[in-house]
Nanobody, 127 residues
């Protein structure tokens, strides 16, 4: 198990940027696939981005591709989400997640594939 804590959320105008961070506990951080998900009011939690344990493989939701960048620092047990060109529809609670499940070809993108979750951080984009 790994404990996760997000930070960096806030209020930003459309077109602006925010950087989310997630700090993880444990000594086996590099063995986990890390993901970011978001949940808007009245909607289901949705995949945003994922990164493999080594950082060599990355996957994005189509809605954020080209605007968001996921990265990890295994020496510091952190994963980040740089969000640029933010839109009102990016408003949501953002969650950091981790999974130790193996994967082939495609990084995990479903909430059920992740068994470790942070408490979330609110991102609000004003139009």
């Amino acid at each position: 198990q790994v404990q996760l804590a997000e930070s960096g959320g806030g209020l930003v105008q459309a077109g602006g940027s925010l950087r989310l961070s997630c700090a993880a506990s444990g000594r086996t951080f590099s063995s986990y696939v890390m993901g970011w998900f978001r949940q808007a009011p009245g909607k289901e939690r949705a995949f945003v981005a994922a990164i493999s344990g080594s950082g060599a493989s990355i996957s994005y939701a189509d809605s954020v591709k080209g605007r968001f960048t996921i990265a990890r620092d295994n020496a510091k047990n952190t994963v980040s989400l740089q969000m640029n060109s933010l839109k009102a529809e990016d408003t949501a609670i953002y969650y950091c997640a981790a999974t130790g499940l193996g994967w082939i070809d495609t990084l995990p993108r479903r909430t059920a594939q992740y068994n470790n979750w942070g408490q979330g951080t609110q991102v609000t984009v004003s139009s």
